[in-house]
């Protein structure tokens, strides 16, 4: 089995001139762990669905872990369900896919950052949740990825830190626990 960790992150969006996922994304790229990739997508929903199913065909990680920013958040927000959007016709598969992690053992390992963490059910309509159905779908078609996630992250603060967030983040990727059933 591959003990590849994927980790995709964002680039910049709408009137964001930084996207959080961005970069903590970079800054757990640049500590140069072996068995972790990491890959900034675009914000557009086909080509963002195009290169994370490139990135899984290729890589056929064993854990990844999506990442995007909700900038009205002040917590980590574990997204458990991805959703096809309207515009992905083209796309086959289900609607509605559950994400493939232990929720209480993701939680536990952002929690230890002590910062807030809650779950949610609704990844949102944007390419966030675009990203994360293809994830899941993938996974569902192919069987590669073991621990499939989406997590949203706040955007930089005091309280959220670069630093403090991709310590959080790698800390939940590396962790042992394989998905419930």
């Known amino acids: 089995m591959s003990s590849t ?41 086909v080509a963002a669905a195009a290169a994370i199913t490139t990135l899984l065909t290729d890589l056929k990680p064993a854990t990844c872990l999506a990442l995007g920013m909700a900038a009205t958040e002040s917590a980590f ?8 959007c309207p515009g992905l016709a083209h796309f086959d598969g289900v609607d509605e896919l559950e994400g493939a992690w232990d929720w209480d053992d993701l939680t536990q390992h952002l929690a230890q950052s002590g910062r807030p963490v809650r779950l949610s059910d609704d990844a949102g309509r944007y390419v966030c949740d675009t990203t994360y159905w293809t994830l899941l779908d993938h996974r569902r078609r192919h069987g590669l990825v073991h621990r499939a996630a989406f997590l949203h992250l706040p955007a930089l603060s005091e309280e959220f830190p670069v630093s403090l967030m991709a310590d959080a983040v790698i800390r939940a990727a590396q962790s042992t626990n394989i998905a419930s059933p």
């Open 5 to 45: 960790i994927l980790i995709t992150a964002f680039e910049p969006f709408l009137h964001y001139p930084v996207n959080s996922s961005e970069q903590v994304a970079r800054a757990i790229g640049d500590r140069s762990i072996s068995n972790v990739h990491v890959e900034i997508l675009p914000v557009d929903h």
């Open 77 to 84: 927000r574990i997204e458990r369900f991805g959703r096809k």
